[in-house]
């Protein structure tokens, strides 16, 4: 089946997404789920961010049916004018559209993104190494990031 990929509002596909977003909860985990339990943030909070023109949604489906996703969130640089960043709030294709698709999938959103001037800042969770798909794409490993847990 061939993946269709795009850039769409979250207003118009947030509710279709919840149970995708759940899926995406108890595969990768919530690293400080001691600190705030896992939930669903809530649709009025990105939407909100939406109207401001902070957040881009790109969606992966097949047949119709969403099937992945990708958040970002604009923002320009505080210390080098000009420059701004895309800095990605999740990336989750569901465990049945793997294999090449979520390549592909990136590469989609990060050529949207550079067509916006937006210089992408990927992430993953340590349990869910994505080096290799990054580098890949001509990521290079900047940091680590880290939280304080108790």
Excluded: C
């Amino acid at each position: 089946m061939t993946a269709i990929f795009a850039s769409e509002q979250i207003k118009n596909v947030f509710d279709e997404a919840v149970d995708l977003i759940k899926a995406n909860e108890a595969e990768t985990g919530y690293i400080a789920k001691d600190i705030v339990p896992a939930r669903v943030a809530p649709k009025e909070q990105y939407v909100r961010m939406e109207d401001l023109g902070v957040t881009r949604l790109f969606t992966m489906r097949e047949a119709g049916k969403l099937v992945g996703y990708q958040v970002f969130l604009a923002t320009p640089h505080f210390r080098y004018p000009g420059v701004k960043f895309a800095s990605q709030d999740t990336f989750f294709v569901s465990s049945g559209h793997r294999g090449i698709g979520p390549s592909r999938f990136l590469a989609f959103a990060d050529a949207a993104l550079q067509e916006e001037h937006l210089r992408p800042l990927r992430n993953f969770r340590p349990h869910k190494d994505l080096s290799r798909l990054y580098s890949h794409h001509g990521y290079e490993k900047l940091e680590e990031i880290w939280i304080k847990v108790s």
